[in-house]
């Protein structure tokens, strides 16, 4: 198939971007989207022009380092999937794709595709980590009964990769999915309850310095979230917060 | 205590608890307005009560006018953060995928409110205030209907009323379960609570619709 692609190019963080049109032909329906922009950016290469840069790592929609707004929403038009496991087949021959960069003033673009989110790494750096004693006499997690809703529930919240794409989808560029997610991996386990309250709080408080935008329950989050993390979460991260923060 | 006052999840239950509240009043507003509809009579005896009783006019009417104020003023400081979030706008962004119009809509469904209230003021509370503190007038528990239903005589007034409550039922279609969530609460009770409150958003502002017409074509002929 063929396609047009209309691309965020942007030279370096304080550059001003803008789209730039490129054609491209041969584009096999079995390809991923990011083999779609391999196969551009060889042919930008070998043309001496500079390929577009974008996130990538595993390509097994397990990392959370591919992102991309594609044609208006983050990791394209299909559901529960990452980027990386977009197929060409999704589109069709003659389509044109507008490929942008996560918008957010928390995350700011490096070069054309690609964003600045470390600032999830400093949230989850405020609390997202339980203290355990890890010289020779760490207890089996295993060893504590749990129950099964709840061990379920941890890991739902666990599954979340730190992709950014619910704050991509949220009109308020809101990380509230993001931190309810870490917040409740910790929340709903035994070993999560000594440092809850801190946790919380201090979560909270970064996410707010970083410039996200607040939570207005749109649930867009939790449709775009290629991990299907749930809206329940943002609820138990207010109610943590609010028990916390009452409390303390 | 000042960190909870700052964080944005503190402010959405700002946001949550003075929607509560005016959803609450909402109630009291539409029952004693049925009671126009059904008897005049019980109609001019709550309004007079309303207006007269020194706990309603001194306590209540008070608690609800900054009620209403914490709710826009608030509402209002949250949407200017959360548009300052984005940055740089997107070029494509397709918001209706994945949320519906009335969710991502809030702060225009609230304006039209915020704007209908601006009339609505001025329409019976100006208009009260006039009588009682300015033209110091006597009592009297016998006016309110006739009052009531002379403002719904114009055509233009009862139309901007009847489109302001097609907007107050967009706003609490996703306003009114919305506040639970912001509290904290989504569990085995959310999809009773969501289907509540969407049955609310319809028949609350579909009563006032009533009334307003109700009003219109029904004058009083001396």
């Known amino acids: 198939m063929k396609l047009t692609l209309k691309i965020w190019r942007q030279k370096d963080a ?235 | 205590m000042s960190g909870l006052i700052k964080s944005s999840i503190a402010r959405k239950v700002v946001m949550a608890l003075s929607g509560l509240f005016l959803v609450i009043f909402l109630v009291l507003h539409v029952t004693i307005n049925l009671a126009s509809v059904i008897s005049p009579d019980f109609f001019n005896e709550a309004s007079h009560f309303m207006g007269y009783n020194p706990l309603v006019q001194y306590l209540m009417q008070p608690i609800l006018i900054v009620g209403v104020i914490v709710h826009f003023v608030m509402g209002f400081a949250l949407e200017i953060k959360n548009k300052q979030a984005r940055g740089i706008s997107y070029v494509q962004f397709k918001g209706g995928a994945a949320a519906p119009w009335v969710s991502r809509n809030m702060i225009y469904s609230g304006l039209v409110i915020l704007a209908f209230l601006g009339l609505h003021f001025y329409d019976f509370w100006v208009h009260e205030m006039s009588y009682k503190y300015i033209q110091m007038n006597p009592e009297d528990p016998t006016r309110y209907y006739a009052e009531t239903v002379e403002k719904f005589a114009p055509f233009w007034r009862t139309i901007i009323y009847v489109v302001s409550f097609v907007f107050l039922s967009l706003h609490l279609w996703h306003g009114f379960a919305s506040s639970f969530q912001s509290m904290g609460v989504n569990n085995k009770y959310t999809p009773s609570i969501k289907s509540f409150a969407k049955i609310f958003a319809v028949v609350v502002p579909l009563a006032f619709v009533f009334i307003a017409l109700y009003h219109h074509l029904n004058p009083i002929t001396h």
């Open chain 1, 14 to 248: 304080s550059a001003k971007g803008q789209i730039v049109d490129y054609t491209l032909d041969g584009v096999e329906g079995d390809m991923s989207f990011l083999e779609m922009l391999d196969i551009l950016n060889e042919e930008l290469v070998s043309k001496g022009e500079e390929p577009v840069e974008f996130d990538h790592d595993c390509r097994e929609g397990i990392c959370g380092t591919c992102s991309l707004q594609i044609n208006g929403e983050p990791h394209g038009p299909d559901r529960l999937i990452t980027t990386c496991q977009l197929h060409m087949r999704k589109f069709n021959d003659g389509d044109t794709i507008v490929i942008e960069p996560f918008r957010a003033k928390a995350f700011p673009v490096i070069k054309d595709l690609i964003v600045d989110r470390s600032a999830f790494d400093r949230i989850q750096q405020a609390g997202g980590y339980i203290s355990v004693n890890t010289s020779g006499n760490t207890v089996d997690a295993n060893a504590i009964p749990i129950r099964k809703e709840d061990a379920d529930k941890a890991m739902d919240a666990a599954t979340c990769i730190g992709c950014g794409a619910c704050v991509a989808a949220c009109k308020n560029a809101s990380a509230m999915l993001f931190t309810s997610a870490k917040v409740s991996q910790f929340a709903l386990l035994p070993q999560g309850q000594v440092e809850a309250a801190e946790r919380v709080e201090n979560m909270v408080r970064q996410m707010d310095l970083e410039g996200f935008g607040n939570c207005t329950n749109t649930g867009a989050c939790e449709v775009e979230c290629p991990k299907g993390i749930s809206l329940e979460n943002i609820a138990r991260m207010n109610r943590e917060y609010l028990s916390a923060t009452l409390k303390g």
